[in-house]
């Protein structure tokens, strides 16, 4: 039982890029920020393995709960016990968090909803759905509950898709001239990548879209559907090789022009990869291949 306690403890650490969802526009930003400011210091507290620090995000009286095994532990004292117990006696699992909403009851009260996923070395990927609920005693808000339902058993999916998990976060490519961000996340029960990107031409928006990325079971393919503002759209069928991930694209322009081109990504560290586009051609014109650019993690201020 102390596994899923683990599992849901993990969902709260989690690097900055990370922290998505919906903000509650008519509750003071302040308050918001100060629950995602929690969640950074509680990552910074998780990797040092200090169990008192990250039992004092928690209220005295709080409460965890898994609603399918029925498994509780109540109190800050019981928590921190739970907590001194996981760093001895295991290891740390590998996380991947989407909070998908923080909405606030009153001035004390925000309840905090999102979906974790996790990959314990040797044990199979899992995933669950969580719901925290954060109260405001002496202007500092602390956890007073949580609770997790695993998500219905998606091993297979997601073993496939997690070897594209380096792509979450926010990312950033510039130059004198362009900007460029994007950001990818975890989407519907962590079965799909969802990529944003905005480009941004000396400071006017330009251009915008969405990519999805998904796995084929009938194909045994990753592919993708990229959609633009301007209209066009395209589809991309993934492959690896030699430590880099080559995406064919097949797409059509605004005016119905049909085009392709070959997206070559190099994963370098967990903050970076470059990406190469060769192989472009529009209407049977063959085009020039574009410069190897160098994407970086955006950081939070």
């Not at 989690?14 to 308050?31: A, C, F, R, Y």
């Not at 400011?37 to 200090?50: G, L, P, R, T």
């Not at 941004?200 to 990753?222: A, C, N, V, W």
């Not at 080559?246 to 470059?274: F, M, N, Q």
Request: charged letters at 25%; proline letters at 4%; a negative charge.
């Amino acid at each position: 039982m102390r596994k899923c306690f683990t599992s849901l403890l993990l969902s709260i650490a989690t690097i900055p890029s990370l922290i998505v969802g919906h903000p509650d526009t008519n509750h003071p930003k302040d308050d918001e920020y100060a629950i995602h400011e929690n969640i950074i210091n509680y990552v910074k507290a998780f990797q040092n393995q200090d169990a008192q620090t990250l039992a004092s995000f928690w209220a005295t009286d709080a409460t965890y709960t898994n609603p399918e095994t029925g498994y509780s532990i109540e109190g800050r004292d019981a928590i921190e016990n739970e907590f001194s117990k996981m760093f001895k006696d295991e290891s740390p699992s590998k996380l991947e968090l989407t909070v998908e909403s923080i909405e606030f009851l009153n001035d004390d009260r925000a309840i905090e909803k999102g979906s974790t996923r996790i990959l314990n070395g040797k044990e199979p990927i899992t995933s669950s759905k969580y719901v925290a609920t954060h109260i405001k005693k002496n202007g500092k808000w602390l956890i007073q509950k949580m609770a997790e339902r695993p998500s219905k058993d998606n091993t297979k999916l997601n073993k496939q898709m997690n070897q594209l998990s380096w792509l979450v976060g926010n990312w950033i490519d510039h130059d004198e001239n362009v900007h460029i961000e994007t950001s990818c996340q975890w989407v519907l029960n962590n079965n799909f990548l969802r990529s944003n990107f905005k480009v941004l031409y000396h400071d006017q928006k330009e251009l915008e879209g969405t990519q999805i990325i998904r796995f084929d079971p009938s194909t045994q393919q990753i592919r993708s559907e990229i959609y633009d503002s301007d209209g066009g759209y395209g589809e991309g069928i993934w492959s690896y090789q030699d430590n880099k991930w080559t995406v064919d694209i097949t797409s059509t322009l605004p005016d119905g022009t049909k085009a392709s081109s070959v997206v070559v990504y190099s994963p370098i560290d967990k903050d970076s990869y470059k990406i190469y586009i060769k192989g472009r051609e529009v209407n049977g014109r063959i085009l020039p291949n574009l410069e190897e650019a160098s994407i970086t993690r955006k950081r939070s201020n």
